[in-house]
Every structure is written in structure tokens, then in C-alpha cells.
């Protein structure tokens, strides 16, 4: 069964602390791992990863997927209370409709 | 675009009783989805639509039905409603050629079942 791990569940933090995020997967036929971030509503989308070692970054945010050892890392640095959100990771596998694996999701919350 | 769009914002039915929640997309998006999200847990699919006329069962299916006449309209009826379904239910649509696999989701659906 195709199944995507989040760790850790929460964290709490302080404005200015650096944060990792862990995403681990095991998926059948996977295509890409995609980052989203949930703040009370809808996932807004953060980052798609389809190749090893190739770091994204949006701002202080940043992303890394290893497709050797199945997992992806989201890195962001001097966390602000704004960062304070739900962030879900999904695995995207080939020829099954577009669909989502979801990860649990990690609950940030940065205290000023 | 209004991207997509779900009605009710929120819901509380009775248990047994029916109701449809509505979710269009004015992107002309071939694949929809229906999904749920439980208290401090992911998202869960329950239907998906790879175009119209074209359904199929996700992870959690049971006590709910779909259909998709259209490309732009995807409605989710719950039937006999039990107080497992309290949920958010989010619909998201991609387009079939997407090569990000990236989802566009509407704003949710708050329903809680007493």
C-alpha cells in the first residue's frame, strides 16, 4: 500500500529559529513529491521535486528530495510567525489519475 | 477565473439525512477531486474524475457518491449521513497534462453530523 510519512506531527519554535521538515514515502510508480502549506484553509501550493539532490528555494524556504533513501526535507530559515501553518507533503505517482498521496502533516507553530 | 468554487462554506446535518456538496472549476481542468480532512490529520481521498462521464474510488469512498456530467461541475452526495463523516471536505482539480502534478484546491466545506 503507497503511503507518505510526515515527521515531525508539531513543532513549536521562535521567530528566527531554522526548521526541518521530514517527508518520507513509499510509493509505487513515483513521479514527483509535491510541498503544500495549510493556514486554517485551502493548501497553497510550495514546491514539486522530481530529481535527486536538486535543491528548490522560494525565499526562505527551501526543498530537497533523496530518491535513493525515499524522503524530502523542507528547510525554512528565520522563521517568522506568518510560517505558522500546516505543512503537508503528497507523493505524485505516474498513471493513476493525477492523484495525491497525502503525508499527516507537520504543524508548525513560531511564537514571537 | 474564480479557480475553484465549493458551496456550503459549512454545514450541520442530522444523522440520516442527505445532502450534496457542490465544486466547480472554471480552469477547464480535466481531473477533480473529491477529499477530507480530519482534525490534525492529511487529506484523505475519497472520489476521483479523470474527465466527464469518468469516476473512480479513492482511499475512503464508502457512505459517499459522485458523479460528473460536465467538465466543470463535480458534486459530492453523502448519503445517510453518520457523525463519521464530520469532516472538512476539500475538491481540488489538476490538469490531466500537468506535469508538476500540482492540485488547485477550493476553499472547503465544513460539515458536522449530529
Known amino acids: 500500500e503507497d503511503k507518505v510519512v510526515q515527521s515531525p506531527l508539531s513543532l513549536v519554535v521562535h521567530e528566527g529559529d531554522t526548521v526541518t521538515l521530514n517527508c518520507s514515502y513509499e510509493v509505487t510508480n513515483f513521479r514527483s513529491l509535491l510541498w503544500y502549506k495549510q493556514e486554517k484553509k485551502a493548501p497553497t501550493f510550495l514546491f514539486m521535486l522530481t530529481s535527486s539532490g536538486i535543491e528548490k528555494k522560494s525565499g526562505r524556504l527551501s526543498s530537497i528530495l533523496d530518491k535513493k533513501e525515499l524522503f524530502s526535507i523542507l528547510n525554512i530559515t528565520a522563521t517568522q510567525t506568518g510560517d505558522s501553518a500546516v505543512y503537508l507533503c503528497?507523493?505524485?505517482?505516474?498513471?493513476?489519475?493525477?492523484?495525491?498521496?497525502f503525508g499527516q502533516g507537520t504543524e508548525l507553530s513560531v511564537k514571537p | 477565473n474564480a479557480g475553484v468554487t465549493q458551496t456550503p462554506k459549512f454545514r450541520i446535518l442530522k444523522i440520516g439525512q442527505s445532502m450534496t456538496l457542490q465544486c466547480a472549476q472554471d480552469m477547464n481542468h480535466n481531473y477533480m477531486y473529491w477529499y477530507r480532512q480530519d482534525p490534525g490529520m492529511g487529506l484523505k481521498l475519497i472520489y476521483y474524475s479523470v474527465g466527464a462521464g469518468i469516476t473512480d474510488k479513492g482511499e475512503v469512498p464508502n457512505g459517499y457518491n459522485v458523479s460528473r456530467s460536465t467538465t466543470e461541475d463535480f458534486p459530492l452526495r453523502l448519503e445517510l449521513a453518520a457523525p463519521s463523516q464530520t469532516s472538512v471536505y476539500f475538491c481540488a482539480s489538476s490538469y490531466s497534462t500537468s506535469v508538476t502534478g500540482e492540485q488547485y484546491f477550493g476553499p472547503g466545506t465544513r460539515l458536522t453530523v449530529t
Open positions: 503528497a507523493a505524485h505517482p505516474f498513471n493513476q489519475g493525477g492523484k495525491l498521496i
